[in-house]
């Protein structure tokens, strides 16, 4: 297997490269069925790899293979490298696992999709470079993974791009499909912007950018708190925060909502968003000797986590809540970065990775059975119609929510005990503030999806949360008989459900058993157990379950029935409910100082500058010759030729001259 | 080695070509089409002899040949190829295997002048890469400027007269002064040569070096553009016919980006040196002007002639960062831009040609419509914007790196233009690809026929060939660059 590392990414590739040459003259169900098994062959391969790394002796955990050397320039040399070692194991395990799930369950969500081949094609190509990003040996192969799931992102989400909107049997404006795939790919790129120059400052710092001589490098030549590491560090952050939907650069993501369902779960669990949290764990190294660093990480991502729970208590559209639960979720592995916890925020990435598969495919089977509404103040009602739909949602709710013993429960409650541990109390106070407005918030949603009455009945108004829904088209409504998805598309509910429920056991925490997931990254990250009293850890624990039971049961009791108390909270703080729900202006503030200023400045450019100014100069002593060739107007035919003619006689003169010289 | 005398015949190929076209009845246009398509496809299998030839570990010049013309003031037919010119030689004679066949549908009128205008221009092209002598090289300059203005003022758009006096305003006016310094280092030198090889050992007195490097580094700096210099170049692209945008963007840009390297970096390091930090905030500014500018583009053509301007400041911030990636990056950019930039006047070509049109407005959702062509053109437009794994991305990159090297001021700012590339080539994607078709003369618009289509495939594997092996085209021009940099002595001089 070793010699074949390479296969894991080149499955999902030649799956795309199949169906992109030839996957419209193929039949649907080979073309869909063709990508899913390049998925799971990927599958199969990266299990054959992780049984290879696991029976070699625990010092020695690494797998590496060069193909070949890709750009070679005087020192600078970077090969096409694999590198498995326990992180990429994981990563790819998780990958290539809930890729395959989501990839079935499309088969049976794209059933009317014209344009399969070309879905497919784009959702094999994601796996590539996500499995080319966590399986590289050098940063610059990394990169791109990095940017080709970038790309990617952008194809997938614009994949309705003569659409201008998707939403369905809703009064709210969002962003195009189009308008969001380029806006995702434009500001990923400003994060990629600092990344780029982060590789370059690693260069010139270790001559090399493959990962055993940076880090060999970074621990013999380095001292905590060097400077250039910290710059680099944080120019890498940059990267992060860009990938991985982390303030300020977040705003993508939640319109990246506008793909298909199946999208969103592949970029929301499985691939693209881990990517910053997977970069900062594989170059621990070099954080862990920048603290400044490390706590720019850990307070950008505790605020993100908070902020982006903020919005989403306030969201009617049910994707677009768990859009910025992916936000809060990732908020918290880079906390977890921050303070060092490394393999907790990797266990959070796999936990999160189930569960926020499970609950977007779960949304994507209620648009499914709804006709693509998802605004949640004209579902409801919908535990009875969609039972299997209803349990495996709950299910990941429970498990986001942290609810004791599922397996957002186990990795959140490490990350928190961490935080409380790594001396700064403050990080921990906003994360268990935010676990509770995360058990909140996601309550909301099931409360609002499935409990109470039918909402979507035509002609019926509906007032939720203070606000009136509008009127359904008649369109929308007509053809509604919400049933359950076919077993493509409920299967992979199970399993993931499956996942979310037991996924947490493999890192529990000492009170309660043995943390394997920590163990096995034992030769990555060097992890060093705190040392804590059992009884802070039963202390901890028990303010964890707090949080998610009092964040549950609140919403539980603010949603039953009419839901008179949130809409009474909201009409007596009517400023904060606008700043929720209008996420904090931030789409807007960027648009006022950058997008605007620029156009207006290149337009400047281009109509002052460019067409009056330089072209005035240039034209004004065009004028000039002519007026000093005035007596040779006779020549200025005006015809092409006569110039032509001219130079060449020029041109022949001049060389005359110089030769009778 | 080879006794073949096989850059005379490259010189000679196109231009006895163009002699027999003008034997050729006028009224078979297919004739002299498949003609001019037979003598660039010789051309271009010539040029793979070269290549084939071509030993990659030394730095010296090789397949030289010398004859002397006008020895009593010592000007000779000197020419030679080495790392830095091989490529740029394998770009004409490919982009000309491209232009040639674009401009079969395009092209209906005087298309036997327009056949021979192109064929000239294509031995002038590769005198300029290949000329050891500054004389000649002077020639062959002056000679790639007079086809092309004459194709844009025949065969171009509704504004061609003066988009090409334009151009020939400001490539003379700049040219002009550039001969002046080249008879200026004759006489002062005291060598009494124009042989460049020659001159290059003789140290140029160090008061007149700025002079002499001005004067040609305004020669270049008009062709290459560089900002302020830059404004000819919309007004060409825009005016030209396709093949001509094709050619211009593709190899003539790049004589004034090898001027740079192969004349003011060699004949006068010192002041190189010192006017580095000029050329390279110029660069930069060009880089981030050219992509802002771009972004607002009404015409798409002119967008396209834009990112040139972004482009090209790449390039001599390579040139001019003096170090080896910075250097084999702008080389490689060069290419890549060629093969890039290329491919996408021929993408706004074929739309043009559909509907007589170049307006990002009078257009939207044609991805729908014409789905090969908009992947074509997304394939195209990322390799533009330096999307790893196709060409662009290397290129830039060593340049970004190498210039980090000169000062990391430099790469911060130029990287800047990265994000900007993204944002006025994938806007512009949306608003003639995506969306709802919003022009009902669009919604027949056929999709590509088969000859664009295997245009455009040649380029795209081109991409990415270059993008996932860039070592086969760095690795040649290693020699060469090492002894560029030793002979100028100008990484020495660098801190």
Redesign the interface.
């Known amino acids: 297997m070793s010699q074949f590392l390479w296969l894991i990414p080149a499955l999902p590739l030649l799956g795309a490269t199949i169906n992109l040459l030839i996957g419209r003259r193929l039949p649907r169900a080979v073309s869909c069925w063709l990508a899913v098994a390049a998925m799971a062959a990927a599958f199969g391969a990266a299990v054959g790899a992780f049984l290879e790394l696991l029976a070699l002796p625990s010092d020695a955990q690494v797998i590496h293979q060069t193909l070949?050397?890709?750009?070679?320039?005087?020192k600078?040399s970077v090969d096409v490298g694999f590198w498995l070692d326990p992180l990429s194991a994981i990563m790819i395990l998780v990958v290539t696992l809930v890729g395959t799930l989501i990839h079935i369950y499309a088969v049976g969500y794209m059933e009317h999709e014209t344009d399969y081949a070309r879905f497919f094609t784009q959702m094999n190509l994601f796996a590539f470079m996500m499995l080319m990003l966590v399986l590289a040996d050098n940063y610059?192969l990394m990169?791109?993974g990095?940017?080709?799931v970038g790309?990617c992102s952008?194809l997938l989400i614009?994949f309705y791009?003569?659409?201008?909107n998707t939403a369905v049997g809703t009064d709210e404006k969002f962003l195009?499909p189009?308008?969001s795939?380029?806006k995702a790919?434009?500001v990923t790129?400003?994060g990629?912007?600092g990344f780029?120059?982060g590789i370059?400052?690693m260069?010139?710092t270790f001559g090399s950018l493959s990962f055993g001589e940076v880090f060999h490098g970074a621990e013999t030549m380095f001292q905590i708190g060097a400077p250039i590491i910290t710059i680099m560090t944080l120019l890498m952050f940059l990267g992060a925060t860009g990938k991985s939907a982390q303030l300020p650069l977040f705003v993508w993501l939640p319109d990246a909502m506008a793909g298909p369902t199946p999208v969103s779960a592949l970029i929301h669990a499985a691939t693209m968003v881990t990517a910053g949290v997977y970069m900062i764990g594989r170059s621990h190294v070099l954080y862990e000797l920048a603290p400044a660093t490390m706590a720019v990480v850990a307070v950008v991502g505790v605020l993100t986590a908070f902020i982006a729970a903020t919005i989403a208590l306030t969201q009617r559209d049910l994707k677009r809540v768990l859009a910025y639960s992916t936000v809060s979720q990732l908020g918290y592995m880079m906390l977890a970065m921050g303070i060092g916890a490394f393999s907790a925020g990797i266990f959070h990435l796999m936990t999160h990775a189930f569960f926020k598969a499970l609950l977007f495919l779960s949304a994507g089977a209620v648009m499914h059975a709804m006709n693509d509404m998802v605004d949640m103040r004209r579902l409801g009602g919908l535990r009875k119609i969609l039972p299997i739909t209803f349990w495996t949602f709950l299910i990941g709710a429970l498990a986001l929510a942290g609810f004791p013993l599922f397996s957002g429960f186990f990795s959140k409650d490490e990350i928190l005990s961490s935080a409380f541990t790594s001396g700064n109390v403050a990080l921990w106070v906003v994360g268990v503030v935010t676990a509770l407005l995360t058990a909140f918030y996601i309550f909301r949603a099931v409360s609002l999806t499935f409990g109470g009455k039918p909402r979507w009945k035509v002609g019926e108004v509906v007032t939720v949360q203070g606000a009136v829904a509008s009127e359904l088209d008649a369109h929308a409504a007509k053809g509604l008989h919400p049933h359950e998805a076919k077993w493509v598309m409920t299967l992979p509910l199970i399993l993931l459900a499956l996942g979310a429920l037991f996924a947490g056991f493999l890192g529990m925490p000492a009170v309660l058993g043995e943390n394997r997931l920590a163990r096995f990254l034992e030769p990555v990250f060097q992890h060093e157990t705190p040392h804590v009293s059992a009884e802070l850890e039963w202390l901890l624990i028990g303010i964890s379950a707090a949080a998610a039971l009092v964040g549950i049961f609140i919403a539980l009791r603010f949603y039953r029935g009419d839901a008179k108390t949130p809409a009474r909270l909201a009409a007596y703080y009517p400023s904060l409910y606008k700043l929720l729900l209008n996420k904090y202006w931030i789409d807007q503030i960027y648009d006022a100082l950058i997008a605007r200023p620029?156009?207006w400045?290149?337009?400047a450019?281009?109509l002052e500058l460019?067409g009056k100014i330089?072209?005035g100069i240039?034209d004004g002593?065009?004028n000039a010759?002519r007026g000093f060739g005035n007596s040779l107007r006779s020549l200025q035919t005006?015809y092409?030729?006569g110039?032509?003619l001219a130079?060449?006689i020029g041109?022949v003169v001049?060389?005359a001259l110089?030769?009778m010289? | 080695m080879t006794t073949l005398p096989i850059l005379s015949l490259l010189l000679l190929v196109p231009l006895g070509a163009a002699l027999i076209t003008t034997l050729l009845p006028r009224d078979n246009a297919r004739l002299v089409k498949g003609w001019a398509f037979g003598a660039v496809a010789i051309e271009f299998a010539l040029s793979l002899y070269l290549l084939a030839n071509f030993a990659p570990n030394t730095g010296q010049m090789q397949f030289v040949e010398y004859a002397p013309w006008?020895p009593q003031?010592g000007i000779a037919y000197h020419v030679g190829v080495d790392g830095l010119s091989l490529w740029l030689v394998l770009l004409t004679t490919f982009l000309m295997l491209i232009a040639i066949p674009a401009s079969f549908a395009e092209i209906n009128t005087r298309v036997k002048e327009y056949v021979i205008f192109f064929l000239i221009l294509e031995t002038a092209m590769l005198g300029v890469f290949m000329a050891l002598d500054l004389?000649l090289f002077y020639?062959f300059w002056?000679?790639s400027?007079?086809p092309m203005?004459?194709i844009i003022?025949?065969w171009g758009h509704e504004h061609r007269?003066y988009a090409?006096?334009?151009f020939?305003?400001?490539t003379?006016?700049g040219s002009l002064l550039m001969?002046v310094a080249i008879?200026v280092l004759y006489f002062a030198t005291g060598a009494r040569t124009f042989d460049l090889l020659e001159l290059q050992k003789m140290i140029t007195p160090a008061s007149l070096q700025p002079w002499l490097f001005a004067a040609f580094a305004l020669a270049f700096a008009v062709k290459v553009p560089m900002f302020?210099?830059h404004?000819?170049l919309?007004d060409a692209h825009v005016q030209a016919p396709t093949a001509g945008s094709i050619i211009l963007a593709g190899v003539l840009l790049k004589l004034g980006a090898y001027g740079f390297l192969r004349y003011c970096l060699t004949l006068f390091p010192d002041a190189a040196r010192q006017f580095a930090p000029v050329l390279i905030v110029l660069a930069i500014i060009g880089i981030i002007?050219g992509a802002?500018?771009a972004?607002?583009?009404k015409d798409l053509k002119a967008l396209v002639a834009y990112s040139s301007v972004t482009h090209m400041g790449f390039i001599i911030l390579g040139v001019f960062a003096f170090t080896?990636?910075a250097l084999?990056?702008a080389i490689l950019q060069m290419v890549n831009h060629g093969i890039s930039t290329g491919a996408l006047f021929l993408l706004v070509g074929i739309l043009y040609a559909r509907r007589h049109t170049r307006l990002i407005a009078d257009f939207g959702?044609l991805?729908?419509i014409m789905p090969v062509y908009a992947f074509f053109l997304l394939f195209v437009m990322?390799s533009s914007l330096g999307?790893?794994?196709l060409n662009g991305?290397?290129g830039e990159?060593?340049i970004?790196?190498g210039a980090?090297?000169a000062n990391?001021i430099y790469?911060?700012f130029a990287?800047?233009g990265?994000?900007l590339a993204?944002?006025y080539l994938?806007?512009a994607y949306?608003r003639v690809?995506?969306?709802?078709?919003t022009n009902e003369q669009n919604r027949r618009l056929p999709d590509l026929s088969r000859r664009e289509f295997a245009l455009l495939l040649v380029l795209a594997i081109l991409i990415v060939v270059i993008g996932?092996?860039?070592?086969v085209l760095?690795?040649p021009m290693?020699a060469s660059i090492t002894e560029l940099l030793n002979s100028t002595n100008v990484a020495g001089l660098l801190k």
């Open positions: 070949y050397q890709w750009v070679t320039v005087g600078f610059l990169f791109l990095w940017e080709g790309l952008y614009g791009y003569n659409r201008d195009s189009r308008s795939g380029t790919f434009v790129r400003i990629d912007f780029t120059l370059i400052l260069f010139w620029g156009r400045l290149a337009n450019f281009w460019d330089i072209n240039a002593l065009g010759f005006g092409m030729r110039y032509a130079m060449l041109v001049v060389i110089l030769v010289r | 006008v003031i004389f020639v002056e000679f400027l007079i203005a004459l003022g025949i007269i090409a006096i334009k020939i305003l400001f003379m006016t001969l008879l302020p210099v404004t000819w919309p002007y802002m500018v972004a607002v583009q080896e990636q084999s990056g959702g991805q729908k990322l999307l790893p794994g991305f290397v990159f060593l970004l790196l980090w090297q990391p790469t911060v990287a800047s990265v994000v993204a944002i994938l806007w949306q690809m995506q969306g709802p078709v996932v092996a860039p070592n760095l690795h290693q």
